[in-house]
C-alpha cells in the first residue's frame, strides 16, 4: 500500500464549487519529500448527480506557482467514486504514470470537470484559509488552462484540501542472467538486466578484464577458463551489486581424437580414434598421433 506523503487538510476551510466561469482549478504545493507519486484525494461534496468525472493533472510549476509544460501524470475520479449527496469525504484519482517528485520542488495539480468552457455545477471543494500548504496557494482559469489567476488575489479561499499517496524511492536490487552459461572458445555470451527499484546506470565486470555500461550487453569470452560475472545498478537514491562466481565456464576446441570408453559390449571395453579400433583388455599404454597416452 502507498504511504501518504503529503497531507494538505484543514477542516475550518470553507468551500468553492465549480462554475461555468471558472473551468479549471489548481493548487500549487512543494514537495516535502522525493517520493513517488500514485494516487491523490481530493476532500469534496457532490450536491447532485454529477455529470462528468473529475479530472486530474500534475504539472511543473512555472516562477508564478502556474502550470508549466505538458502533465506529468494524470488522473480521474469516476463519478461513482464520489461521495454521497451532501456528505464530504475523500475522493481518490489513481495516476499514471507514476511520477517521482523531487524534494523542494513546486508543482500544480489542476482539477477540472472538462476541458470546455461548460462545466458541471455538481462539485464543490473543500478550501482552507489557513496556509497549510508550503509556498502553496490556489489558483483559477476561466479557459481551458490558457490563463491564470491566482484565487487569494481575489477574495476567494487560498487553499484547496487534498492528499498525495506515493512510494519511497529506492536503490536499485541488483540481478541479471546470462545465455549460454558455457561453451567453446569463444563464447558469445547475451547478459540481461533484471534489477529492481529503476536503475538508470549500469556497469559490467564480466571477469576476464571486459566491461560495459550497457543495459543488457553481449559479450565475448576469447580465452579457456570460468569467469566470476557482476553487476551493479545504480540510481539517484543509491547502488547495489550481484556477482555470480564462476558463473561462465570456456572450454578449449574438442580434440580432432574422439574416443568412446565405455561398456560398449558385454566383458569389453571398446576404443575408437580415427585411425584404429581395439580391445583395452590389454592396458599397454596407446599413444595418439599429438602424443596423448591411453
Known sequence: MADLFESHFNDTGSSLRFYKTQT?????????????????????????????????????ADGNGHPTGAALATGEIPVVDVSPVWDWAWAKATL????????????????????????SKDYVLNFDNNDTYADGKGITSTDSGG??????????????????????????????????????????????????????????????????????????????GTYTVTLTATNDIGSDDEEKVDYITVFGPPSPYSYLNKDAYSGYHCFIEQYQKRKIND?????LPDGTLY
Do not use: C
Not at 96 to 119: D, H, I, K, R
Open 24 to 60: 479549471r482549478f489548481g493548487q500549487t504545493f512543494k514537495a516535502i519529500s522525493a517520493h513517488t507519486v500514485t494516487s491523490i484525494d481530493l476532500y469534496l461534496m457532490r450536491t447532485g448527480v454529477p455529470p462528468n468525472p473529475i479530472y486530474l493533472a500534475l504539472h511543473n
Open 147 to 224: 490563463t491564470w489567476s491566482d484565487m487569494n488575489n481575489s477574495g476567494t479561499p487560498d487553499d484547496i484540501q487534498f492528499r498525495v499517496y506515493g512510494n519511497e524511492p529506492a536503490a536499485p536490487t541488483a540481478a541479471f542472467s546470462g545465455t549460454p552459461l558455457s561453451g567453446t572458445k569463444p563464447l558469445t555470451v547475451q547478459f540481461t538486466d533484471e534489477s529492481t527499484d529503476d536503475p538508470t546506470s549500469w556497469l559490467w565486470d564480466f571477469g576476464d578484464e571486459g566491461s560495459s555500461v550497457d543495459q543488457s550487453p553481449e559479450h565475448i569470452y576469447e580465452e579457456v
Open 96 to 119: 499514471s504514470p507514476e511520477v517521482t517528485l523531487v524534494s523542494g520542488n513546486t508543482y500544480v495539480f489542476v482539477f477540472y470537470t472538462t476541458g470546455g468552457a461548460v462545466v
Open 283 to 287: 592396458l599397454t599404454p596407446f599413444k
